[in-house]
T-cell receptor
Framework: DVKVTQSSRYLVKRTGEKVFLECVQD?????MFWYRQDPGLGLRLIYF???????EKGDIPEGYSVSREKKERFSLILESASTNQTSMYLC?????????????FGSGTRLTVV | AQTVTQSQPEMSVQEAETVTLSCTYD???????LFWYKQPPSRQMILVIR??????QNATENRFSVNFQKAAKSFSLKISDSQLGDAAMYFC??????????FGTGTRLQVTL
């Protein structure tokens, strides 16, 4: 069964910490995405990547960065965590050709910044 | 920029009844895809159904069907014979020439006995 795996289901970090959220997919997909989910706001795109070492900003990139050193792994980095980054983070992947498949999602990481 | 709007934050349906969730979108693209995702309490996003914009025929997957009105930019989801397991958040989503998904704000569906 194909999978997108997010390393942590729950995470609690302190304000000012550098936080890494890891995502790994085993489908050889070119595209990978990081979304943030908040009540009443739906899912909003933070960053996406079409290939190794490639990245593009989504709708809400401020306060975040990403890293894609290998095709299967896409990391979201909070350089200095703040309380307004407390949220659910969802990773997804899709093939380069065939984005119409809609993407496969991980189970999410619920991050709390205190 | 594309936008997706879900105007119903919450809906409720009795078991075995039919419910329709609404979604509208805005785009200037001619080639695109629309999706409905289900997110149960487990948080796993599950693709329920998708529709290609170039197809006039409405998509159907078992008890789930869509009413796709391209001119009106409307894409509603109908769930027939509702079951307790249908209770979840439902998200409408769009993808166009880029592969990224744009989501609506979601509709929480409750299923009552």
């Amino acid at each position: 069964d194909v999978k997108v795996t997010q390393s942590s289901r729950y995470l609690v970090k302190r304000t000012g910490e550098k936080v890494f959220l890891e995502c790994v997919q085993d489908m050889d997909h070119e595209n990978m995405f990081w979304y943030r989910q908040d009540p009443g706001l739906g899912l909003r795109l933070i960053y996406f990547s079409y290939d190794v070492k490639m990245k593009e900003k989504g709708d809400i990139p401020e306060g975040y960065s990403v890293s894609r050193e290998k095709k299967e792994r896409f990391s979201l980095i909070l350089e200095s965590a703040s309380t307004n980054q407390t949220s659910m983070y969802l990773c997804a992947s899709s093939p380069l050709i065939g984005g119409q498949a809609g993407g496969t999602f991980g189970s999410g990481t619920r991050l709390t910044v205190v | 920029a594309q936008t997706v709007t879900q105007s119903q934050p919450e809906m409720s349906v009795q078991e075995a009844e039919t419910v329709t969730l609404s979604c509208t979108y805005d785009t200037s693209e001619s080639d695109y895809y629309l999706f409905w995702y289900k997110q149960p309490p487990s948080r796993q996003m599950i693709l329920v159904i998708r529709q290609e914009a170039y197809k006039q025929q409405n998509a159907t997957e078992n008890r789930f069907s869509v009413n796709f009105q391209k001119a009106a930019k409307s894409f509603s989801l109908k769930i027939s014979d509702s079951q307790l397991g249908d209770a979840a958040m439902y998200f409408c989503a769009y993808t166009g020439t880029a592969s990224k998904l744009t989501f609506g704000t979601g509709t929480r569906l409750q299923v009552t006995l």
